[in-house]
């Protein structure tokens, strides 16, 4: 697996990130080609550590997660977000091998990790909506309007279908989309 570590508002030793390459290494079982892992380590209020890893595959398939400890423990952080990720392919693992990304996940797992599998997704509301030329800040004051927690509009700049949507932090994401190539 290959790492890349950030760090904002902290300097880690080497023995976190060894840590952190030993538990988030284990995950690299379920992949058939090396994933990529992104891990990022901060500390908020109140000496909070937060850990977010992003793992993607190299044919796309990606994995997140977000693992905070109010202790202070990266360790900790890691623990959970190793955990989330784990917990996340085991239950989907079926559905990964053969829907999204074929070959994507050893379809092999030991028996003894399989959860109960989402098998049908109940789609409970269908909406329908003109998608108009819009900037991100027209965006964002339309989603707040409604109150909703994310919006899609067609931005101005380059006319490509974008989303924006509100963030944990209380500050706002911006998603921007690209032709798939």
Do not use: W
């Not at 028996?111 to 108009?132: M, P, S």
């Amino acid at each position: 697996m290959k790492f890349t570590f950030a760090c904002k508002k902290i300097s880690l030793n080497d023995s976190v990130k060894a840590y952190a390459e030993k538990k988030i290494g284990k995950l690299d079982k379920y992949f058939r080609s090396e994933p990529e892992a992104n891990v990022t380590f901060a500390v908020e209020k109140k000496n909070r550590c937060v850990v977010e890893v992003t793992l993607r595959s190299p044919d796309g398939t990606m994995f997140r997660a977000v693992g905070e400890d109010p202790d202070g423990d990266m360790r900790g952080a890691i623990d959970s977000c190793e955990q989330q990720i784990d917990r996340k392919i085991r239950k989907n693992k079926t559905r990964l091998a053969k829907n999204l990304r074929e070959g994507s996940i050893k379809s092999e797992v030991p028996e003894e990790f399989d959860l109960h599998e989402e098998t049908e997704f109940n789609i409970v509301r269908k909406k329908q909506f003109a998608v108009k030329p819009m900037s991100p800040e027209e965006a964002i004051l339309q989603m707040n309007l409604l109150g909703h927690n994310f919006f899609v509009f067609r931005n101005t700049e380059n006319y490509a279908l974008d989303i924006v949507y509100k963030r944990n932090d209380e500050g706002y994401g911006l998603i921007e989309t690209t032709e798939d190539k």
